[in-house]
């Protein structure tokens, strides 16, 4: 057989080429040709029949829950009358300009972080840290109201994709300053220090997150005086915020054992103290090689956010779930799955792509040693 | 005194010192809080609860819990769940990710691409919302019981679950698994002794595990039971008898290998691509086909690499089961959330869940550390 | 100027550094030779306190070399180092990698550390890379940085650890060359190496370790031609001959 096809693409034509290249990747192979042909019958039973529901059944707006059942395809009419509910849940309705504003800031922050150059030289990294700071300001404003005009919203209201956005991005920044005090307290030759963080890490690390909103949700009007009333919205983001801590300290000790030891002993040798080789040599190092782990942290962050459903919090999921129990559009479950779904898989496929791409040019850059990454 | 500062034993004492009282103030701070709330809120400290009668009802479980029996045995019967679903779903994870990360590594264009589409999915989208969307389907998609699905003897598959004809546990089963158990350490022991700690020396010692099977049988002989078997029947519009798994079950086991697999099938993808191509040259200019170089060379080598990744994601999944209290399936921490709506005793559960789930965790981290460190490459690390 | 008695290291049972004395004069210049696993790197090492010795006593300049007195940060204001690995801060540019500790230590404004700093690399004769990452940079180049590094924050000791073990053929003179520029400048220098020429033009005295202690020193003529140790000769003839 294998001479037959040898001898059939010798002459290198073009036909040749790509019979050549369907041999290779499909039929090299006894084995390869079964794969082959179970891919083939899988696509084939599978991808008429979502077109079929997808396109040629589906019904489009104008239309009603009949219509829908009728045709027995997708119900995009359904979507397209409960999109806004979806994303933004129980925001007031004519003030939700201003969840959507926030959301547009928050993707413009993050998406204008993953440039390399904005983090090129220090005064660029303060311009960021300030340019963060006031981004989280004009969202909590944005959000809440009350002044410049704007109606007050409650946090209990705050709900959908803005919600989801803002427990990860909150959450995993306050989160970092906490785990680089983890990461090198774990590393600290000071027994209580390192103990300490050890203690801590392990533990958050040993218990599923789920179990730490209920902690919070529980254990937070026992911690704190009398009269002071946490909002829940602060229990669920503190939760998250301990929890991420964890996870980026570990990341973060990940990088700090890659670091060549010479650069530690060449810091020393110049006379730099303990903080100072910290703060000029060790850390901007370090986290340029836990960057990668520390962006996969972050896109578990965003898909953990969910988990607020629980603890009846309306984010994303809450609010698809609160949608599919309208009585006019009753259990169309997958259209409103399918819709969240694309927007998680968007955000983190996303991400992970980013990430990827992150650790492809730091490996090469460790390579030819980080030029001014 | 800055010469005093400036020892560096004096620096880390004085350091300490603070630590020490910056968390003894806090500790007193809170405790203090939590001594004047809990009488408050009417949360006194009350463990005796535990003794008390639970009145709610779990469905078949491993403990046999049954509504009127203690808390106590209330939590094991949660616990006994969490378990349940975590080593099978464990179990399945190893295959489903196996099988897709030999998917992505075969030279077959198509099915490398299928494979990847799975792990992609799997991989960006939340576990909540997979359970979610599985619990539903299989809600929605499985029959009522007067109009189930029988596909085997024995097994009713309806919305009530997989109702499975039960065998009447007897002393002589638990005898039998005694005998079972105590031949297979004894095979162990004895294949050590002979074989060594070759990782692999397999073969040869093969027929020894066959040889564990006969002391079971034997005693069930001797003891002479009847075996009694119990079959679900259909008696107005659900079924009796029988041991059912209920559908929950199942869509949290479809939920987490779904998700875990992809997770697990990168790592063992990285696992076996991180062995080095001459290691493959070597086995191919021996004479050795794809399946015994993969056996013998390429995943003993593999394995090492995989086991560190591979333990965080079985743990991660251990701790994901706590999601089924999302979707009704009774583990640990749902029977905590309806122990806590029936006694009020908020503080007493959660503090139970996080020892019991802690423990877990601690105790398969040291299990893993000790099998990696005896997997290790002898030699790699110290000389 | 530099004083050791006695000086001991242990890495568990073994005593990689064997009761060690030696002496150093202020605009001294010493080589310290012997075969690998002789002792010689970690005995530079202990002296600025990289490695903590176990027993005897360092003495730089007047100050007692003391994990536990704290007398590090004095004595490494006063010994520079340079490594075998080069050891450059790759996210820093030449020139930053210079002004870093003048900057951070002395005090320095910006200017006046970048001043500085140019002053030392123009002496190791790499002014057109000041700007460049270490990463652009070839292995000789980085080791001059190296030094300039080493000279910017103005010591009174410099140790060489092996400086052109980790350099190609080619880029070894460059290196020696500045090092020899140095070396009649009157800095007090102590350099592990294997490269005998550095030895026959600059240094005052040759010193020869093996296991941990000093078989033998003496003046380059003296150690070259009428070494009196059986040991010093076989390695003396195991290098030259190359």
Redesign the interface.
């Known amino acids: 057989m294998k001479s037959i096809l040898s001898r059939l693409y010798a002459d290198g034509s073009r036909p040749a080429q790509a019979l050549s290249w369907l041999h290779r990747n499909f039929f090299d192979g006894w084995h390869n040709v079964l794969l082959a042909a179970l891919g083939l019958w899988l696509l084939a039973a599978t991808l008429p029949g979502l077109w079929r529901w997808l396109v040629t059944d589906s019904t489009v707006a104008p239309a009603d829950f009949q219509a829908c059942q009728a045709a027995g395809g997708a119900c995009w009419a359904y979507l397209q009358a409960k999109w806004r509910l979806i994303l933004f849940g129980t925001f007031p309705y004519d003030e939700q300009w201003r969840a959507g504003l926030s959301l547009l800031l928050f993707l413009a922050a993050v998406l204008l972080s993953c440039v390399p150059a904005v983090w090129a030289g220090n005064r660029r990294r303060w311009c960021m840290l300030v340019l963060w700071l006031c981004v989280l300001a004009a969202v909590v404003v944005l959000m809440s109201g009350g002044v410049l005009g704007l109606r007050r919203v409650e946090s209990r209201l705050w709900a959908g994709l803005p919600l989801t956005m803002g427990l990860a991005v909150v959450g995993c920044f306050s989160a970092f300053g906490l785990a680089i005090v983890l990461a090198l307290g774990r590393r600290s030759e000071m027994p209580l220090l390192r103990w300490a963080s050890v203690a801590y890490i392990e533990f958050i690390r040993g218990v599923p997150l789920i179990s730490l909103l209920f902690l919070a949700t529980v254990l937070f009007p026992l911690l704190v005086p009398p009269n002071v009333d946490v909002d829940k919205l602060l229990r669920a983001q503190l939760a998250f915020v301990m929890f991420f801590a964890a996870y980026l300290a570990e990341a973060i000790r990940g990088g700090l054992q890659a670091l060549p030891p010479g650069q530690v002993a060449a810091a020393h040798a110049i006379g730099l103290g303990y903080w100072r080789t910290h703060i000029h040599i060790v850390l901007p190092q370090a986290l340029r090689l836990a960057l990668p782990s520390m962006v996969n942290i972050f896109i578990a962050a965003f898909k953990d956010t969910s988990l607020v459903t629980i603890v009846a919090m309306m984010d994303l999921l809450g609010t698809a779930n609160a949608a599919m129990a309208d009585p006019k559009w009753l259990g169309l479950y997958i259209e409103s799955y399918l819709f969240i779904a694309v927007i998680y898989f968007v955000f983190c496929a996303g991400m992970s792509w980013y990430a990827r791409r992150l650790e492809r040019r730091l490996a090469g850059g460790a390579r030819l040693g980080m030029q001014g990454v | 005194m800055t010469r005093l500062w400036r020892r560096p034993g004096v620096r880390a004492g004085v350091w300490q010192a603070l630590l020490a009282v910056l968390i003894g103030a806090a500790v007193w701070w809170l405790a203090g809080n939590v001594a004047t709330n809990l009488p408050r809120l009417k949360m006194e400290l009350r463990w005796g609860f535990l003794a008390e009668t639970a009145s709610f009802e779990l469905g078949d479980n491993l403990v046999g819990y049954r509504a009127g029996d203690s808390f106590t045995k209330a939590f094991a019967a949660g616990l006994a769940n969490t378990l349940q679903v975590s080593l099978v779903g464990i179990v399945l994870t190893a295959i489903v990710g196996t099988l897709v990360a030999l998917l992505r590594l075969s030279g077959n264009l198509l099915m490398s691409r299928l494979a990847w589409l799975y792990v992609e999915f799997a991989r960006n989208l939340p576990l909540l919302l997979q359970l979610l969307f599985w619990h539903t389907l299989l809600v929605r998609l499985l029959p009522p019981p007067r109009a189930a699905w029988q596909p085997l003897p024995g097994l009713v598959v309806s919305n009530r679950g997989a109702t499975m004809a039960q065998l009447e546990w007897q002393s002589a089963f638990s005898w039998a698994l005694f005998v079972f158990v105590a031949s297979l350490l004894l095979a162990a022991v004895l294949r050590h002794r002979r074989a060594g700690t070759h990782v692999r020396a397999g073969g040869r010692f093969g027929w020894l595990w066959w040889l564990c099977l006969l002391p079971p049988l034997l005693t069930l002989w001797l003891f002479a039971v009847p075996l009694v078997i119990e079959q679900p029947v259909l008696r107005g519009f659900n079924l009796v008898g029988g041991v059912t798994l209920v559908p929950e079950f199942f869509a949290l086991l479809f939920g987490l290998v779904f998700c875990h697999a992809g997770f697990a099938a990168e790592s063992i993808r990285a696992g076996i691509q991180g062995v080095d191509r001459g290691q493959w040259d070597a086995a191919r200019s021996l004479g050795l086909r794809w399946w015994p170089t993969m056996h013998s060379v390429v995943l003993p080598q593999a394995l090492r690499i995989m086991v560190p990744p591979l333990t965080s994601n079985f743990l991660s999944l251990t701790k994901s089961s706590s999601l089924a209290v999302a979707i009704g399936y009774p583990d640990l921490l749902r029977v905590s959330t309806v122990a806590i709506s029936e006694t009020g005793r908020a503080v007493e559960c959660v503090v139970i869940i996080l020892l019991v789930y802690l423990s877990l965790s601690l105790f398969t981290s040291a299990l893993m550390n000790w099998y990696n460190r005896r997997i290790a490459l002898k030699g790699a690390s110290g000389a | 100027m530099v004083t050791l008695r006695g000086v001991v290291k242990r890495y568990g049972a073994l005593a990689v550094v064997d009761g060690v004395s030696l002496d150093v004069a202020a605009g001294e210049r010493v080589v310290i030779c012997g075969p690998s696993g002789s002792g010689k790197s970690t005995l530079v090492s202990c002296i600025?306190?990289?490695v903590r010795h176990d027993e005897g006593c360092i003495v730089v300049d007047g100050i007692e070399v003391s994990?536990?007195?704290?007398?590090l940060?004095a004595v490494?204001?006063r010994?520079?180092?340079v490594?075998q690995?080069f050891?450059?801060?790759?996210?820093l540019?030449a020139l930053d990698n210079c002004a870093?500790?003048p900057r951070?230590?002395r005090g320095l404004s910006r200017a006046q550390a970048n001043a500085l700093a140019m002053t030392h690399l123009e002496r190791m004769h790499i002014t057109e890379q000041a700007h460049k990452?270490?990463?652009?940079l070839s292995g000789g180049q980085q080791q001059r940085v190296?030094i300039a590094?080493?000279l910017c924050?103005q010591p009174a000791l410099l140790l060489f650890d092996e400086p052109t073990s980790a350099l190609d053929p080619e880029m070894i003179k460059e290196v020696l060359d500045v090092m020899i520029d140095l070396a009649q400048s009157g800095v007090t220098m102590i350099v592990v190496t294997h490269e005998m020429s550095f030895a026959r033009h600059a240094a005052n005295r040759v010193v020869y370790m093996e296991q941990g202690r000093i078989i033998e020193q003496g003046s380059p003529e003296q150690f070259f031609t009428r070494a009196a140790d059986e040991r010093t000769r076989a390695f003396l003839s195991r290098i030259l001959t190359r």
């Open positions: 600025n306190g990289l994990h536990s007195a704290g007398t940060p490494r204001a010994v520079g180092m490594f690995q050891n450059l801060f790759p996210h540019s870093l500790g951070t230590l990452w270490p990463a652009q190296a590094r080493a924050m």
